[in-house]
C-alpha cells in the first residue's frame, strides 16, 4: 500500500462516528478468534465509543487489550488515557478481557518504556515482528490537529525509531509520554482511524496523503477512516479528498 489512503467512510457528526466505531469493534469481537489483540486508543474522541461498547453485552473473553500510548502520569491523574478507559469501557461492568495491558507510569519514562516494549514481545510470543502475522487484530487510533497519531509527535526522535516497539516520548508536550512505535502500529490486520471536527480537516488530507506522523505509518494491514462530516469537509463537488 502506498502511504495511507485506505478507505474513508463518512458519517453526520460525532455521535454517528461513535456509534459507527462500536458497531465496527463489536463486529470485529464478533468474528474474533482467540487471541484478539486490540490496541486502544487515548484523547478525546475515542471516550464516547467506549461508553457505547461498555454498555454493551459483548464477548470480550477473548480479548487482550493493549495502549497506543500514555502520558507519564499516575493511573488516577485527570490526565490518563487507562483512567479514561477505566472510566469510559469498563464502567458499565459489562467488558471483561482476557487481559488489560495497560502501559506502566512508575519508575522513570525510560523504564516504563522498556517494560511495555517487553510485555508487546511476551505477548506476540517473538522478538522480531512477522509481516504474516500481525502483532494486533485491531488497532484504534485518533488523529491529532497537529497531525500526530498515538504520541507520535511532529519533530520528535520517536518518528525514526524503527527498531523499539514502544519508546519514550519527552519532549514535545508538558509531560513525557510513552508510545506505540512505527513498527508497532504497522503491524495490525486494521488500523481504525477515528476523526471528528473541522480542525482535523487539513490533517487529514495531509495524513492520508503520506504527510505529517500520522502520515508516516506504512501498514501491513487494512485501513479504514471513520470521519465524521466536518472533518470531511464538504466542497462544491463533495467532499474534500
Not at 466505531?21 to 465509543?49: C, H, K, N, W
Not at 477473548?62 to 488516577?76: G, H, K, N, T
Not at 518518528?159 to 513525557?176: D, F, I, M, S, Y
Request: with cysteine; hydrophobic share 40%; aromatic share 8%.
Amino acid at each position: 500500500m502506498s502511504g495511507i489512503a485506505g478507505t474513508i467512510e463518512v458519517v453526520k457528526d460525532a455521535a454517528a462516528l461513535a456509534e459507527r466505531a462500536a458497531d465496527i469493534i463489536a463486529e470485529q469481537l464478533r468474528v474474533a478468534r482467540y487471541p484478539f489483540r486490540m490496541v486502544l486508543s487515548g484523547g478525546s474522541t475515542p471516550r464516547a465509543t467506549y461508553r457505547l461498547l461498555g454498555g454493551r453485552k459483548i464477548d470480550w473473553d477473548c480479548a487482550e487489550l493493549f495502549f497506543s500510548d500514555e502520558r507519564f502520569v499516575p493511573p488516577d491523574h485527570p490526565d490518563s488515557n487507562y483512567r479514561m478507559v477505566r472510566e469510559s469501557l469498563l464502567a458499565g461492568g459489562h467488558v471483561h478481557p482476557r487481559k488489560l495491558l495497560a502501559i506502566p507510569t512508575d519508575g522513570t519514562p525510560q523504564s516504563a518504556a522498556d517494560r511495555y516494549d517487553e510485555t508487546l514481545r511476551q505477548q506476540y510470543g517473538a522478538g522480531t515482528l512477522e509481516a504474516s502475522v500481525p502483532l494486533f487484530h485491531l488497532t484504534l487510533l485518533g488523529l491529532g490537529d497537529d497531525g500526530h497519531t498515538a504520541s507520535l509527535l511532529p519533530g520528535q526522535p520517536v518518528l525514526q525509531e524503527r527498531e523499539r516497539w514502544a519508546a519514550v516520548v519527552p519532549k514535545g508536550r508538558a509531560e513525557p509520554r510513552i508510545s506505540l512505535t512505527y513498527p508497532a502500529l504497522e503491524s495490525s490486520a486494521l488500523i481504525l482511524f477515528l476523526v471528528s471536527g473541522a480542525g482535523k480537516r487539513d490533517a487529514l488530507a495531509q495524513a492520508r496523503a503520506g504527510i505529517g506522523p500520522a502520515g508516516g505509518i506504512k501498514p501491513q494491514g487494512t485501513v479504514l477512516w471513520l470521519v465524521d462530516e466536518a472533518a470531511a469537509g464538504k466542497d462544491d463537488q463533495g467532499y474534500g479528498f
